[in-house]
C-alpha cells in the first residue's frame, strides 16, 4: 500500500512527543552557535521554482560558516565546478535548509530559512584572507533550527574507524566519471585530482 496522506503516516507513527516535539528554535542560542563554529561540514538543501531538488556538500575550517546574529549566518560560496546548482535555486525560491556535522558528534544541527546571495563588501570582507576569496556569500535568515539526534550516525556509524574502507578498494573519481561518460581517455589519477583540487581550496 502506498501511503499517500499526513493522516495515514500518523496512524503508523503517531506525534512527537517532549523534546522531540518541543525542541525547534527560531534563533540561535548559545550550543547551536558553538555548533556551527566548530563545524567544517554542512549539506545544503535547495529546490527550485518546479520542485527539482539539490543537496549540496559545503565545507571548510571550522568556524566557516559566520554568525552574524542570533537570526542570521553566512555562508561563502567556495571556488568550485561553476554548475551553480544552489545557487540558481536560492535565486528562484530564496530558500534553504542545512545539516551541520561536526566529525565525531553523533548530533547534527538542522536549520530551515530564507537565503539570498549577496556580493555586499561587509559579507564578502568576512572572508578576505582566504587563498581563494568567495565572489558571492550565501546569507541565510533563520526560521527553524533544531538539535537532531545521534541515532542515524549510531546506526551508521560514520566516525568509527573500523567502519572506514580501504580506499583503494573502491573506484576513484577519474573512474567512474569514464565509465559514466564514456570517454575515450586515461582515467585522472587520485593524485593527480587531489593536486589539481588543492589549487581550489
Same mark, same amino acid.
Given at each position: 500500500m502506498q501511503i499517500k496522506t499526513e493522516s495515514q503516516l500518523r496512524e503508523l507513527y503517531g506525534f512527537p512527543s517532549g523534546r522531540a516535539k518541543n525542541k525547534g528554535l527560531s534563533s540561535?542560542?548559545?550550543?547551536?552557535?558553538?555548533?556551527?563554529?566548530?563545524?567544517?561540514?554542512? @549539506?545544503?538543501?535547495?529546490?527550485?521554482?518546479?520542485?527539482?531538488?539539490?543537496?549540496?556538500? =559545503?565545507?571548510?575550517?571550522?568556524?566557516?560558516?559566520k554568525v552574524i546574529g542570533k537570526t542570521e549566518i553566512v555562508i561563502p560560496d567556495a571556488k568550485g565546478n561553476n554548475r551553480?546548482?544552489?545557487?540558481?535555486?536560492i535565486v528562484e525560491t530564496g530558500k534553504v535548509g542545512l545539516l551541520f556535522l561536526i566529525p565525531g558528534v553523533d548530533e547534527t544541527l538542522r536549520i530551515n530559512g530564507q537565503a539570498s546571495i549577496r556580493t555586499d563588501a561587509e559579507y564578502l570582507n568576512l572572508f578576505a584572507s582566504?587563498?581563494?576569496?568567495?565572489?558571492?556569500?550565501?546569507? @541565510?535568515?533563520?526560521?527553524e533550527l533544531f538539535l537532531h539526534c545521534a541515532k542515524a550516525f549510531? =546506526?551508521?556509524?560514520?566516525?568509527?574507524?573500523?567502519?572506514?574502507?580501504?580506499?583503494?578498494?573502491?573506484?576513484?573519481m577519474g573512474q567512474m566519471l569514464?565509465?559514466?561518460?564514456?570517454?575515450?581517455?586515461?582515467?585522472?589519477?587520485?593524485?593527480?585530482?587531489i593536486k589539481r583540487y588543492k589549487k581550489d581550496l
Amino acid at each position: 500500500m502506498q501511503i499517500k496522506t499526513e493522516s495515514q503516516l500518523r496512524e503508523l507513527y503517531g506525534f512527537p512527543s517532549g523534546r522531540a516535539k518541543n525542541k525547534g528554535l527560531s534563533s540561535l542560542e548559545k550550543h547551536t552557535m558553538h555548533f556551527i563554529e566548530r563545524s567544517p561540514f554542512l @549539506v545544503m538543501s535547495t529546490s527550485n521554482k518546479a520542485g527539482e531538488l539539490d543537496a549540496s556538500p =559545503r565545507g571548510g575550517i571550522p568556524g566557516f560558516v559566520k554568525v552574524i546574529g542570533k537570526t542570521e549566518i553566512v555562508i561563502p560560496d567556495a571556488k568550485g565546478n561553476n554548475r551553480l546548482d544552489s545557487l540558481i535555486n536560492i535565486v528562484e525560491t530564496g530558500k534553504v535548509g542545512l545539516l551541520f556535522l561536526i566529525p565525531g558528534v553523533d548530533e547534527t544541527l538542522r536549520i530551515n530559512g530564507q537565503a539570498s546571495i549577496r556580493t555586499d563588501a561587509e559579507y564578502l570582507n568576512l572572508f578576505a584572507s582566504e587563498n581563494n576569496p568567495p565572489k558571492t556569500c550565501i546569507v @541565510v535568515t533563520i526560521e527553524e533550527l533544531f538539535l537532531h539526534c545521534a541515532k542515524a550516525f549510531m =546506526r551508521s556509524r560514520l566516525w568509527d574507524e573500523k567502519a572506514k574502507i580501504d580506499r583503494g578498494s573502491f573506484p576513484t573519481m577519474g573512474q567512474m566519471l569514464k565509465d559514466q561518460l564514456g570517454g575515450s581517455e586515461t582515467p585522472e589519477s587520485s593524485e593527480a585530482m587531489i593536486k589539481r583540487y588543492k589549487k581550489d581550496l
